[in-house]
């Protein structure tokens, strides 16, 4: 029973950092800090950092799946921990890069912030995988907080069932994620202003 109540007891906060964590990036996303008289060189660094820390959450996850077959319940643990730091961390610099520079519009060549006929033209209908790409990520990425909380959550409290089925579930979702992170960044990455 004390299981149970490790998992209600935590429930509360995992459905206030699912709604707050994506409002919050949603309200920052917005923010710049220009607009606020506040001169700060854009963080033009932070983009490939962080496609990276999505590249290496996507192994890191693996490796954590790879563990738990092979019975390493340890390593598991830590890989399984150390995913959701380097989420964290990605959620930072994203942040903080867009807190800081304009956001960088798909096709757009001369990075005058506008997408004229001829840029459409130029990259055709890569566009709409692009979006669809990013689309995705962005809505997978929302619904994967609670997934990955309530799983570790559910690990904590040693209710292992319960953790196994909905890791069946977060796994593959998160992954995504990762993996679109870094195809998106690729993707759009000739368009950055350096």
Excluded: C
């Excluded at 660094?45 to 799946?65: D, E």
Aim: avoid cysteine.
């Amino acid at each position: 029973m004390e299981d149970q109540s490790l998992e209600k007891k935590y429930n509360k906060y995992i459905i206030a950092v699912s709604i707050i964590v994506p409002l919050l990036v949603g309200i920052l996303f917005a923010v710049k800090l220009k607009d606020f008289g506040i001169h700060v060189e854009p963080l033009s660094f932070l983009p490939p950092i962080y496609s990276a820390t999505n590249g290496i959450t996507a192994i890191v996850l693996i490796a954590a799946v790879i563990a738990v077959k092979n019975g390493k319940l340890k390593l598991h643990e830590r890989l399984m921990t150390f995913a959701i730091a380097l989420s964290l961390a990605f959620l930072g610099m994203y942040v903080a890069y867009h807190m800081t520079a304009d956001s960088t519009k798909f096709g757009d060549v001369n990075h005058d912030g506008i997408l004229d006929a001829v840029e459409k033209a130029k990259v055709g209908a890569i566009r709409y995988v692009y979006a669809f790409i990013l689309i995705t990520h962005i809505i997978l990425s929302i619904v994967i907080i609670p997934f990955v909380l309530v799983t570790y959550v559910r690990a904590l409290a040693q209710r292992f069932d319960k953790h196994r089925k909905i890791a069946k579930i977060t796994f593959p979702l998160w992954l995504y994620v990762a993996v679109t992170g870094v195809i998106v960044y690729l993707m759009i990455s000739p368009y950055y202003v350096y």
